[in-house]
């Protein structure tokens, strides 16, 4: 394996950090350029159902660039439900429902942030010969912008997933207060709410759905670290006490030194995930150890970076609370880590 990434792949990085950086307006807007001039929720859908045809490895890369800065868009919800739309839809189900996805007419989420599909307590019934949900999920990312949710429901004792339209008759989207005030959730409850099953996955496919989420995640917690360590070393070099920056400082070096061993390592196990992610034997172990040790990182620089800062970081003016917050709800995102490491564990036969 070329353990690196190619020059295709640092210009598409340049090209979307330089985007975000000249970026404007509201989130809509940002949201319609990244679709429109980047093509993002394309990245990793074959060209047959109008996607670009690359690889996990540059969705992951934006998933980086944008946990860098936060941007505020849609992009996670909508990825995680178009890989459950290629991964468990049939051919006819993913050229309908993929195209207004990829363009960003509409926005998608996966209706599941648990470790587990299994443990979901939506059913599936049949009524008047077509298939209806109930059940209520929480909490939804974007769920009060989504035009599409995928639901994971129980049905005839296997857990399938299911479209449902934001619009359609007994489904009630409540808006959740949010601790990450950059990623707003909600609360979807189905009242028989009419759906379409996907009715290509196997059980397989399904947790794979959940795998390649906590990759990508992972690779938005290593974006969000890098940019506490770069804050950080900027504040320690530029703030000066007794005639000195405070860089200088045994305690604010070694917090640093600290933050880039963990980011060093988190970003070669994301770039080994990513690039071996089409296998899914691979796939398997990579995606929980990727999820655990980028959310420990992220916590970990979140904190060390507050504690460079000082008072100032305390703050709500600062931006640095926006990052640990962003940490904090990432790392209980898809299970925690310690269930991560058990689903490791267990994957590995230990």
């Known amino acids: 394996m070329d353990f690196g990434y190619s020059t295709e792949q640092e210009a598409f990085r340049a090209s979307l950090r330089g985007l975000l950086r000249r ?13 429109n ?15 670009v045809g690359a690889t996990l490895v540059e969705t992951a890369v934006a998933f980086e660039e944008l946990g860098r800065v936060l941007t505020p868009v849609p992009f996670a919800a909508t990825m995680f439900a178009i890989e459950a739309l290629l991964r468990t839809g049939d051919e006819d189900q993913c050229k309908t429902l993929l195209a207004g996805l990829l363009s960003g007419e ?17 059913r599936a019934e049949q009524r008047d010969g077509r298939t209806v949900l109930t059940g209520n999920c929480n909490p939804v990312l974007h769920g009060q912008v989504a035009d599409v949710f995928v639901v994971p ?17 007994g489904v009630t989207v409540t808006p959740l207060n949010s ?16 759906a379409d099953v996907l009715a290509a996955g196997s059980a397989d496919d399904i947790e794979r759905v959940l795998d390649v989420a906590r990759l990508l995640l992972a690779a938005e917690m290593l974006g969000g670290a890098e940019a506490c360590l770069e804050m950080a070393v900027r504040y320690a070099c530029s703030r000066r006490q007794f005639d000195r920056p405070i860089g200088s400082f ?7 030194a600290d933050m880039l061993i963990e ?18 034997r691979e796939l398997a172990v990579a995606a929980p ?25 305390f703050t709500w003016e600062h931006e640095l609370h926006r990052y640990f917050r962003r940490a904090k709800t990432a790392e209980a995102m898809f299970g925690s880590t310690a269930q991560h490491r058990a689903l490791l564990a267990d994957r590995v036969g230990l």
């Open 37 to 51: 001039e980047l093509e993002l929720p394309g990245l990793h859908v074959p060209p047959e159902y109008g996607g």
């Open 106 to 122: 509409q926005i998608g989420t996966l209706a599941w942030c648990g470790g587990d599909f299994s443990a979901t307590t939506v």
């Open 263 to 280: 980011v060093d390592a988190t970003r070669a196990t994301v770039m080994y995930a990513t690039m071996s992610a089409a296998d899914d």
């Open 250 to 256: 045994q305690a604010v070096k070694h917090a640093c």
């Open 153 to 169: 429901a129980a049905t005839e004792g296997a857990v399938r997933l299911h479209v449902v339209a934001a619009d359609a008759a």
């Open 289 to 313: 150890l990727a999820k655990a040790q980028a959310a420990d990182t992220f916590a970990l620089c979140a904190g060390n970076a507050i504690q460079v800062h000082g008072g100032i970081a």
């Open 23 to 35: 970026a404007g307006g509201r989130d809509r807007e940002v949201w319609q350029r990244l679709c």
């Open 179 to 194: 601790f990450d005030a950059t990623r707003p959730v909600a609360a979807l409850q189905l009242a028989q709410a009419p």
